[in-house]
């Protein structure tokens, strides 16, 4: 390929997408934000013109600016025949040559121009509703190109509304033809670390109403600017915190709030910029120019910089802007998480309470609307406001890792056994809690489960349960240690955080265990 050499899990991703391909699979490719998904997407299309000459490929994404990248990426590695079809570059070329990268906007208004289709490769593919609408713009494309093969790439693969975008009755039935998570790709050095920090304020979602799901953007603009001595607080509390960062990217819920973080930053001293979507496409170029070249340090923006935005210079992400969708938080981590000269890291300062909602950028936990989950949502607001009671310089200590949502300094131990025992709450008179324990290589390591309670303690007490196949449930530690003591499960390895004096179990992990360690996943359905 004209001397670009691929990085060995660039080289695995190609040959498992060209050998779906050529199955005739409808799949994806999941790839972490960073890892190169226009060099990759660019091989797999060379590679199959070699191997299938007749093939003639559709390169789909939403973007103008996707469009471009890809394009020239393709170009990079000495890909031929190919052009461009998208208004907002200005481009309309021979829609008969055998590759055409465009945007879906552009192609839906000529897809008879284009003629017949073997392969599409949709990018972004998150971005395809799970049930197609034939007069949506990916229905069209689905529509037009029945007999095509579909192939995605995202490094999200589920949707806030209805889960999975990937295996049977999906868009890409087929499943996962490639999998590497973004934790391998820090191990091994080609992406950028995270840190992240606690902050002394975060923007409360109480009383916020929900929609679909996610946040009703007008009610969480109201409670992200109804208080400007809070607004100006979180803005001084991160100017603190990112002493030395040289470009900070900034997530805000609206416009509003976008240009009054922007005019707060500028207020105390420092240069600073807003995009969104009320400016002119050459003021927006302007500001992103501007940013890139270092002439302002801050960039604050609203919807649009969450996915296809690519300045791998960025070191610090301020996320002020809390979400209920998972895959929105990941692709707003991945903009800090690329390589650049002189970057060791990327700090994430999360005032939405993103890090604890959302935990492993890498495992998705499909959210359902559910009893549990408003005692979950009530027991982290209970324990948020007795964070708010601790030391400030306490709160702003604790270090949480974005990529997993643990502790800084979380290990995996293996689990060996585990076994029950009831006793009295100490908080709740004439209340038990049941009290598992762990047989590890450290010892025994202890975690209490408090079925009576009336806070989250609850949710995380149904959730052990569930997860050892016990869905039914009763408020009872009695009742609880009788199915725990009746059920065979067993963890593979726990992860352990210190917080104190002794060891703290938080979280499980079934098998197969995760890739902590930079496991690759390959070939998975």
């Known amino acids: 390929m004209d001397g670009i050499k691929l990085r060995p899990y660039q ?30 997407q660019a091989a797999i299309t060379a590679e199959l013109r070699t191997l299938w000459p007749n093939c003639k490929v559709l390169l789909v994404t939403h973007r103008q600016e996707l469009v471009a990248q890809n394009y020239a990426a393709y170009e990079r590695i000495g890909g031929r025949d190919a052009g461009i079809i998208s208004a907002g570059l200005g481009r309309f070329d021979n829609p008969e040559l055998p590759v055409i990268f465009g945007s879906v906007q552009s192609f839906v208004t000529r897809l008879e121009e284009l003629g017949y289709r073997t392969v599409i490769f949709i990018d972004e593919c998150h971005r395809v509703p799970l049930k197609l609408s034939p007069d949506s713009q990916y229905g069209a494309i689905w529509r037009n190109f029945a007999a095509a093969i579909k192939f995605g790439f995202t490094a999200t693969h589920y949707r806030l509304d209805g889960g999975l975008t990937v295996g049977p009755g999906t868009p890409f039935p087929d499943g996962i033809a490639y999998r590497i998570e973004a934790k391998a790709l820090v191990a091994q050095g080609f992406l950028s670390p995270l840190v992240g920090l606690k902050t002394a304020s975060e923007i409360s979602t109480t009383g916020v109403r929900k929609r679909g799901g996610e946040f009703f953007s007008s009610d969480l603009s109201e409670a992200a600017t109804a208080d400007e001595k809070a607004l100006r607080r979180s803005v001084r509390e991160v100017i603190r915190a990112v002493d030395g960062r040289r470009r900070i990217l900034g997530f805000a819920v609206s416009v509003l709030h976008a240009e009054l973080l922007t005019e707060a930053l500028k207020s105390a001293g420092e240069s600073a910029v807003a995009v969104h979507g009320r400016m002119s496409q050459t003021e927006r170029a302007a500001a992103l ?237």
């Open 289 to 525: 120019e501007m940013f890139a070249d270092g002439g302002v340090r801050w960039l604050v923006n609203c919807e649009l910089l969450t996915t296809g935005y690519d300045c791998p210079g960025i070191d610090a992400i301020c996320c002020w802007r809390p979400t209920q969708s998972k895959a929105l938080w990941v692709q707003m981590l991945g903009r800090g998480m690329r390589l650049a000269p002189g970057k060791v890291d990327c700090l994430v300062v999360d005032f939405g309470g993103n890090i604890a909602r959302h935990g492993d950028i890498d495992l998705f936990d499909k959210l359902r609307r559910t009893q549990e989950r408003i005692e979950r949502d009530r027991g982290e607001f209970n324990a948020a406001q007795k964070a708010r009671d601790l030391p400030r310089t306490q709160r702003a200590a604790a270090g949480v890792d974005p990529m997993t949502g643990l502790p800084v300094g979380a290990f995996e131990v293996q689990v060996y056994g585990i076994s029950y025992a009831l006793q009295a709450a100490r908080n709740v008179v004439g209340a038990q809690n049941v009290v598992a324990t762990y047989a590890t290589q450290l010892g025994p390591v202890r975690r209490w489960l408090c079925p009576e309670y009336r806070s989250g303690a609850v949710w995380h007490a149904r959730r052990f349960a569930e997860a050892r196949g016990i869905t039914a449930w009763k408020p009872s530690a009695a009742w609880l240690i009788e199915q725990l003591r009746g059920c065979a499960s067993l963890p593979s390895h726990v992860v352990l955080a210190r917080p104190g004096k002794f060891h703290e179990v938080v979280r499980e992990i079934w098998a197969p265990p995760s890739c902590a360690f930079g496991d690759e996943w390959g070939d998975a359905t």
């Open 11 to 40: 080289r695995k991703a190609v040959d498992a997408a060209v050998a779906a391909i050529l199955r005739g699979d409808s799949c994806v490719a999941l790839l972490p934000t960073g890892s190169g998904k226009s060099i990759m």
